[in-house]
């Protein structure tokens, strides 16, 4: 059993100076009645050889390995990691460290964690962020509840084209301490109704919460809300599940939010079925004492050399229990390395450069797809947007899958008026040949 | 830079942060060229909109990168480096295959969305882990959804609010014992419930008058972590399940100390409504530094309906998310949880199997139960009582000396060790839990048992030593109230 | 260890000051010595209420929390703002520069659990000794 060191003649000498003769005797402060009385009903273990092979066929299971054009993003997106991340992560004083309880031993962790908190800051222009949170979803519901911690207040306003799974969460997390959330519809370009976000507005909200960009790819008017909010009193809470499109787009907290978090997978986290991911958590300084999550400070040891320590921890559960500022115990360490790592091999030419390229090819094949269905939205987006075909998508989407070809995502499983609109999202994954393939294929779908 | 220093371990460079280094028109990244018209970002968006740059974000060359992220590493203890015997955390050995089989690239680029037919390896894999957990644990159905063991309570607290709810009354407190760790309360009152503290005998352990005390039409849950905080197995459970289902409770379990029980005993045979686990504990996944974990959530039966959407469901040969469950309680994590985390507690338990689970806890008892022998007669045992996986000691005879748990901790780490947990459980003051995990060979434990023995003497002669200690790290005795008073938790450009 | 006469005591370790309808309150030298070094001080809004036994301030130290009771019922007249930026003026001087709040008390002064420096001193060495 080679996790196992001490084997059986290692167990007598122990045994003896515990005072037992078996090792099963070490069970008997175990009520006999509860014993168990029969192995486990588990499969037989597999030796190494046979566990790789084992998972290696799962793990082909259905797509037999073929190689696939997607487009789809919705939420978690297909950018090229360079290699430079996986070899950090292997580390394993990285990725078998705990968490940097005794900060000593752990420096590494520790600077890592402040320099991802500081490049958070400095892509969403807020003042302080924590060492991460779960994901992106817990991350608005987190902001949801530290926003009505701050103001008090019970009503919560958030637009639907926050991603639906950060708004299931949100409100799985409301759901018990009675805060209702306020949908907020969208208007006919494809943003938040803005008028409708105004007439909803009073002094019972506590947070106003969009998504930049949207759930359907378009660019909000995160000033325009943020005066909004702030004329009632309200923060502005900004979501952003596709971090790359800051590397173009102005910062929130220059724009007036007063809370931003986001989902930050796109920087070095392999798609992974949808985890482990990393939410981000960033908001302005006036607001550090009623954050969740982690904090990772600078400070100086005994002989004034710099060096990191967890900080202001007395928000947190292990401190104050029941009136901690969440119940959050781990943060996503590993997957925040991955994101640091990422942002700091592209680096403030590469992160630019590489948002270009995604917008380049999205608004190209906004042009070759908008001549085979229409584009559903006028706003501006960044690498994704809606494309209504004249079919049901869903019987197309299969068939392009014939080809080879996942076409996006059919719409209506989240918003079922939009039962002939698909969400396609194109990156530096994408070649020119394969928006061409992929619009070529839809043309000849969409009369049957 | 400062010349290198050398310790015990490797050369300590100074090294700065990723603001400080690199340099203008540095590049680690490659692009291909771009296959097709590039955008006049004037063109179609608003100026209002346009970013004019990346302030702050670094320029570094590969070799930079590479550089500063693997000194980094170097500073940081992993359990590859030794042993890391912290209580309540179960540091056990990462199997290295598991590393691999997560890097699979059927399933690393699988995307969440992907339709059903694609992703048949997946939903497999999760159907299965389902069922070995609640093999492992005597609970009904499990849901592999939370990303983190306290996500996972507030799952399971969440499901016994919506089911009490649906019988009528929510109820509005829950008992959590004085020895939980502090994320029960915290959950608890994120469910929106008052918390009531029971406290634990001289025994250290939870009994039942004091249960049937606080036990009323108002408590909607107790909070139990079996073997508790001590290591020490709350013999009375099964009396206190039963006083708090007769008032229509019900019973949470905190799983973390799984590694305790596995072959030897259920949790769900002790009566628990619901248990959470931890797999980055039991089930050997890495602890990253500080995440990403797993907090899968198993329930009986009479739960089933509240877990989580989607739940994995097998028709035939074929897997599928089912989603339309109304009486579900939502979802606490986008998509469907930490998706390679289960795939390494998956290929954990594949290469185990029955046995090899119950000889992992056998021999956690077996390590821990040793240190406890033979340290106890160095340091104060409060409750010496066989423990199971982690035992707990406290500073109360280094006292004398001036000596604290805290001192102790930072003097092992000169000799090479991770200190155990301090401070924790709040029940014992100046606590020393330790939880050396089946993954220590006896020398490992008779080093660390030498080295907490000459600590014990240090105490009596050099004090000074102790108190001063770390003396081989990088940095020793970090201001922490510097830290917390003016807190810098960024680089400023 | 530090005991004003002149001041009363709450068995959480207040003392406070009447000074005709107004009450000066801190926490004691014991308390201050018992949290060690204090980071971070949260006060009550002036113009809040508080019964009496109800919490009304919060006070950092680096590994934990301790609440601050009113010892009085009565409306926050006055915050001592120099603790925002220098928490450790508590450890320094619990008396004097240390002070926390004022409250104006409203209704009779209940100074029934309020106990004398005498008392207070024997309630501190009874606790002790519990150890």
Known sequence: ?????????????????????????????????????????????????????????????????????????????????????????????????????????????????????????????????????????????????????????????????????????????????SLPLEPIPYSADGTTDLKALAKAMSGEVSAVVLQQPNFFGCLEDVEKAAEIAHAHGALLVVAIQEPLSLALIHPPGQLGADIAVGEGQSFGNSLNFGGPYVGFFAAKEAYLRAMPGRLVGETLDKDGRRGFVLAVATREQHIRREKATSNICTNQALCALAALVYMATFGKQGLRELAETNLSKTEYAKKKLGSVGSLRFSAPTFNEFVLTLPVDPVPVLAGLRAEGIIGGLALKRFFPEMAGEILVCVTERNSQNDVDRFGDALGRRRKK | MSAPRTSDCVPAFHEPLIF????????????????????????????????????????????????????????????????????????????????????????????????????????????????????????????????????????????????????????????????????????????????????????????????????????????????????????????????????????????????????????????????????????????????????????????????????????????????????????????????????????????????????????????????????????????????????????????????????????????????????????????????????????????????????????????????????????SRLDEVLANRKPKLRWKP | MNIPKELKYTKDHEWTKLEGQTAVIGITDFAQEKLGSIVFVELPPVGKNFQQGQTAVTVDSVKAVAEVYAPLTGEVAEVNEALRDTPELINRDPYGEGWMFKLKVTGSAETGPLLTAKAYEAFIAEEEAKG
Request: include cysteine.
């Open chain 1, 1 to 177: 059993m080679r996790y196992i060191p001490n084997a059986e003649r290692d167990w007598e000498s122990m045994l003896s100076v515990i005072g037992h003769k078996r090792l099963e005797d070490l069970a008997a402060v175990l009520p006999e009645g509860l014993r168990l009385q029969r192995p486990l009903n588990l499969p037989s273990p597999l030796a190494e050889m046979e566990l790789v092979e084992s998972l290696r066929r799962l793990s082909e299971k259905g797509t037999e390995g073929k190689k696939w054009i997607s487009f789809l993003g919705a939420g978690a997106y297909n950018h090229f990691i360079p290699a430079v991340v996986d070899h950090i992560l292997r580390r394993s004083e990285f990725y078998t460290a705990y968490t940097p309880y005794q900060p000593e031993i752990s420096q590494g962790t520790l600077q890592a964690i402040f320099e991802f908190q500081t490049l958070i800051c400095q892509l969403t222009g807020m003042d302080v962020a924590n060492a991460s949170v779960y994901d992106g979803a817990s991350a608005v519901a987190e902001a949801v509840l530290m926003a009505q911690r701050i103001k008090g207040r019970n009503r919560i306003l958030i637009s639907r084209m926050v991603h639906p799974e950060s708004q299931t969460v949100t409100q799985t997390y409301t759901h018990p301490l």
């Open chain 2, 20 to 475: 400080e280094e690199g340099g203008a028109g540095r590049r680690g990244y490659s692009l291909p060229a771009l296959d097709v018209e590039k955008v006049d970002l004037k063109k179609v968006w608003p100026a209002k909109l346009i970013r004019k740059g990346l302030d702050g974000f670094p320029e570094m060359s590969e070799v930079e990168i590479i550089r500063h992220f693997t000194r980094l590493s170097q500073w940081n203890y992993g359990v590859d480096a030794g042993f890391y015997p912290l209580g309540s955390c179960t540091m056990k050995y990462n199997p290295k295959v598991n590393e691999d089989v997560a890097r699979l690239p059927g399933f690393a680029s699988a995307h969440p969305y992907l339709p059903e037919e694609l992703s048949q390896g997946a939903l497999q894999m999760m159907f299965e882990l389902e069922r070995y957990l609640a093999e492992v644990s005597g609970m009904d159905r499990v849901t592999l959804q939370p990303a983190a063991g306290a996500q996972g309570e507030l799952t399971g607290m969440l499901m016994i609010r919506a089911y009490l709810a649906g019988q009528g009354n929510p109820r509005q407190k829950v008992l959590v014992p004085d020895t939980a760790h502090g994320t029960n309360p915290a959950s608890s009152s994120l469910c929106g419930y008052q918390v009531v503290q029971v406290k634990s005998n001289e025994h250290g352990i939870l009994f039942p008058e004091n249960i049937a005390e606080k036990m009323d039409g108002d408590v909607a849950a107790i909070m139990i972590t079996n073997p508790n905080t001590l290591g020490l197995f709350e013999e009375n459970i099964c009396e206190i399940v039963d006083i708090v289902h007769r008032h229509g409770g019900q019973v949470y379990g905190d799983g973390a100390n799984l590694n305790a029980l596995m072959g030897l005993t259920r949790i769900g045979e002790m009566g628990v409504d619901v248990l959470h686990f931890n797999l980055h504990k039991t089930f050997a996944t890495p602890h990253g530094g500080g995440g990403p974990g797993a907090g899968p959530v198993g329930v009986k039966a009479h739960l089933a309906d509240y877990l989580p959407n989607p739940v994995v469901v097998k028709e035939g040969e074929n897997y599928r998310f089912h989603y339309e469950r109304p009486k579900s309680i939502g979802k606490v994590r986008s998509f469907y949880g930490n998706f390679a985390i289960l795939l390494r507690a998956y290929a954990y338990i594949l290469s185990m199997g029955a046995e090899g689970l119950k000889r992992a806890s056998l021999v956690a008892l077996l390590n821990a139960n040793y240190i406890r022998a033979r340290l106890k007669e160095f340091y104060h045992l409060p409750y010496d009582f066989p423990c199971m996986h982690e035992c707990v000691f406290s500073d109360r005879w280094q006292n004398k000396f001036g000596i604290t748990a805290l001192d102790i901790a930072k003097r092992l780490m000169d000799y090479g060790f991770h200190p155990p947990t301090i401070y924790f459980p709040l029940v014992v003051h100046g606590a020393l839990m330790i939880e050396p995990t089946e993954s220590e060979s006896k020398e490992t434990l008779d080093q660390f048992i030498d080295v907490m023995i000459q600590i014990a003497k240090e105490a009596e002669s050099n004090p000074a030593v102790i108190r001063e200690a770390p003396h081989q790290t990088k940095v």
